[in-house]
């Protein structure tokens, strides 16, 4: 993963659970399998739908109380995000987005939120200003 988008991914990740009880660490490595498997994966590569991002749940609990995504994968597509003029805000958006989704968020329909589906960088300028 690029330096740039690790640290936008460590940006948005601040900016959207600061507020929690959530502990945000970054590792470079991360453990796939076991009870103390990395919640969160993020990879980079080519999205066939030329979609900005998407995220997967890689292990769903499905044993009551639990009910919930034990681990998400979300892969960015680089090459579609950074199309506009603002790379570092189209990927702190997109990063965000995707937080979102790892937190069971689905999409919204105002503009006051990253979670708004959304693919141009003019839109996401107006939604960065906002934040």
Known sequence: M?????E???AAAWNALDPTQVNVNYS???QLTG???????????NIASGALAW??????????PTNQCDQNYVRVDLATVNQGVDDEIDQTI???????????????????DCMENV???NHKRAQ????
């Open 55 to 64: 995220t997967d749940c890689d292990d769903y609990e499905s044993d009551p």
């Open 119 to 121: 693919s141009t960088s």
């Open 28 to 30: 470079s490595t991360c």
């Open 8 to 10: 936008n991914i460590d």
């Open 94 to 112: 997109t990063t965000c987005h995707e937080f979102g989704h790892t937190a069971g968020l689905s999409h919204g329909s105002t503009q006051d």
């Open 2 to 6: 690029s330096a740039d988008l690790e």
């Open 35 to 45: 009870a103390g498997e990395t919640d969160v994966v993020w990879t980079q590569g």
């Open 128 to 131: 960065v200003a906002s934040l």
